[in-house]
T-cell receptor
Framework: GAGVSQSPSNKVTEKGKDVELRCDPI?????LYWYRQSLGQGLEFLIY????????KSGLPSDRFSAERTGGSVSTLTIQRTQQEDSAVYLCASSDDPGVVNEQFFGPGTRLTVL | DAKTTQPNSMESNEEEPVHLPCNHS???????IHWYRQLPSQGPEYVIHGLTSNVNNRMASLAIAEDRKSSTLILHRATLRDAAVYYC???????????FGTGTRLKVLA
């Protein structure tokens, strides 16, 4: 079946512009996660959606970052007034079991470059 | 959040077993030990997880120390396709969050 998809695969933008990154989770998965991976680093948790509950935004690095999930499916991560330090690969993952196992299925990521 | 410590890199010869260590001395009683790996230019993929007992699956084995302060991921016969960054992660069963470290970059030599 189809896995997690993300678009665009690459995004180059100028400092100060806003960007939107999209994530299509696996159909039926109730949990959705966003992570950021800077060059040569591990993954940094950003935000978590579970069903209709309020999202956990505790990992968002600043108020320039926001995310929404419409209809419990597609999610959009928005970065306003981008800065060069926002350059990274943004990864989305989904899970149908936020319990003990919580196997997360990751998308290929969006590589964001802020000039 | 509990942290994990892994060597930055390891090398193995093809067809030989690989033991990837992970230290997690601050692990709590509710933390599960998860391993993911990230192949080049891909998102991470699940490998295995455990709580107290050793675990086996088709990809690997997980050996957990009796005091749970360390664990070892075992690839029984490394192949070139196993070259990846391997992440050892603690996950609290209550808070669901994964805290990724920098992982171990495994190089497999032909």
């Amino acid at each position: 079946g189809a896995g997690v998809s993300q678009s665009p695969s690459n995004k180059v933008t100028e400092k100060g512009k806003d960007v939107e990154l999209r994530c299509d989770p696996i159909s039926g998965h109730t949990a959705l996660y966003w992570y950021r991976q800077s060059l040569g680093q591990g993954l940094e948790f950003l935000i978590y959606f579970q069903g209709n509950s309020a999202p956990d935004k505790s990992g968002l690095p600043s108020d320039r970052f926001s995310a929404e999930r419409t209809g419990g499916s597609v999610s959009t991560l928005t970065i306003q007034r981008t800065q060069q330090e926002d350059s990274a690969v943004y990864l989305c993952a989904s899970s149908d079991d936020p319990g003990v196992v919580n196997e997360q299925f990751f998308g290929p990521g969006t590589r964001l470059t802020v000039l | 959040d509990a942290k994990t410590t892994q060597p930055n890199s390891m090398e193995s010869n093809e067809e030989e077993p690989v033991h990837l260590p992970c230290n997690h001395s601050t692990i709590s009683g509710t933390d599960y030990i998860h391993w993911y790996r990230q192949l080049p230019s891909q998102g991470p993929e699940y490998v295995i997880h455990g709580l107290t007992s050793n675990v086996n699956n088709r990809m690997a084995s997980l050996a957990i120390a009796e005091d749970r302060k360390s664990s070892t991921l075992i690839l029984h016969r490394a192949t070139l396709r196993d070259a990846a960054v391997y992440y050892c992660i603690l996950r609290d069963v209550v808070t669901y969050k994964y805290i990724f470290g920098t992982g171990t970059r495994l190089k497999v030599l032909a």
